[in-house]
């Protein structure tokens, strides 16, 4: 490691909290799928901040909007109307087939809402009595970091220490839909789900599974509500990974590349008929819905559009998900993804071959000890494909046997 770049990693182990174990190496600039280091050495982005960066790092359309957004007006609250947030939330909505929209900051936020949004549903809707209502959700899932959603997590590092968990919620397997029949009854207002699992290790569900899961939604009247913050937006293949399954869910919840990795913007998208039953000082943000946020956001959403990046998504994630098949090695022991949206399960620990490809050029992030999550911007071309994927044969092929 270099004198600077053990400086710049001394600063933030010293000033502060130590809630990530990031690798070590401190990034300095970054354009399209590639990022520089403090050395000025290049890296193929694989991690794409946890698909926030679909769009690419610093894409021009992108940050033109932003500056032009930055040098007129960033912030009036939503005490005020502004000229931005409209043509945000229209160009959201025709792009989801939703009807409203409720603009919020970070995923967990939007997730948040999404379980407000619910519970009201269940109680001004489908008559649950007064704090009655249960959400299902799933084993395995990853929804944010705020008390309420830690509590449902069955990840003991997310929920342990940060208790008592808030109430209302039932955990049934993921991939199980006679699981979740079971656990439907009069009190279930929603089904919270990630249609892959991406912080599990881009865990893919059993096929039909969303389907029933839609069927039994709409027969016992309980809220589908997506968490694509990470699968959504082209990631997977399709603009939404229930696309990919012809599913339509009554709710999304959308973050991440909403803003194509240049601030935070979420949101909630779904029916006139839930996100109807908000009324002024039952839900709010002072960031959500800002002019530069919705300036950003509109922007980040063209250019999904515009350059096709759902289809470029499932066309080179196919391309390159047969080739990772092709790689043989004893400590394989799952290759596994849709879209641009890939995993490589070990048998051994990933971490000592995420810093090798780290010193190969390549950053990817192990997750759940033996899973590589890969998951490049969509804008990715095809010669940086043939090049990152040398870069993980050899590194696969150094693996101890
Ligand atoms: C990242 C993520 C979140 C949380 O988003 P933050 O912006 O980190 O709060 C929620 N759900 C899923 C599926 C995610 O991948």
Not at 101 to 112: D, F, K, Y
């Amino acid at each position: 490691m270099s004198a600077k770049t053990t400086a710049l990693i001394a600063l933030e182990e010293k000033y502060g909290a130590h809630n990530y174990h990031p690798l070590p190496v401190a990034l300095t600039r970054g354009k399209g799928a590639l990022v520089w280091d403090a050395n000025g050495k290049k890296y193929f982005d694989f991690l794409s901040a946890y698909s926030a960066l679909n769009q690419g790092h610093n894409h021009p359309k992108i940050v033109a909007a932003a500056k032009a957004q930055l040098a007129r007006l960033t912030l009036t609250s939503r005490a005020f109307h502004n000229d931005k947030l409209g043509a945000f939330l229209k160009l959201l909505c025709e792009t989801s087939g939703m009807e409203r929209a409720l603009p919020m900051n970070s995923g967990a936020e939007a997730v948040e809402t999404a379980i407000k949004a619910m519970r009201l549903w269940g109680y001004r809707s489908k008559g649950v009595d007064q704090d009655r209502a249960e959400i299902i959700v799933c084993e395995g899932n990853f929804h944010g970091r705020t008390t309420t959603i830690v509590g449902f997590s069955s990840d003991e590092d997310s929920w342990n220490g940060f208790g008592p968990a808030t109430p209302g919620f039932v955990k049934v397997p993921f991939g199980d839909a006679d699981a979740l029949k079971d656990a439907i009854n009069a009190n279930t207002v929603g089904f919270l789900f990630e249609p892959i699992q991406g912080e599990a290790g881009v865990i893919v569900p059993p096929p039909g599974y969303l389907k029933k899961a839609r069927r039994l939604c709409s027969t016992y009247r309980v809220l589908m509500c997506a968490d694509e913050i990470q699968t959504g937006l082209g990631r997977a293949g399709a603009m939404f990974a229930c696309d990919l399954d012809g599913v339509k869910p009554d709710l999304f919840v959308l973050g991440k590349a909403l803003s194509g990795g240049l601030y935070p913007v979420s949101a909630l998208v779904g029916s006139d008929e839930v996100l109807g039953l908000f009324k002024p000082g039952t839900h709010g943000s002072t960031f959500g819905g800002n002019p530069l946020a919705a300036a950003v956001g509109e922007a980040a959403l063209r250019v999904l559009l515009a350059e096709k990046l759902p289809a470029r998504s499932a066309r080179l994630g196919a391309d390159f998900l047969k080739r990772l098949k092709t790689l043989k090695h004893p400590q394989i022991k799952e290759v596994r993804g849709r879209g641009l949206m890939m995993a490589v399960e070990l048998n051994i620990p990933a971490r000592p071959l995420v810093l090798d490809l780290m010193a190969r050029g390549l950053l990817a992030k192990d997750t759940h000890e033996n899973t590589v999550r890969l998951a490049p911007p969509l804008v990715i071309t095809e010669a940086q494909l043939d090049q990152a994927f040398r870069i993980l044969s050899a590194a696969i092929a150094a693996l101890p046997q």
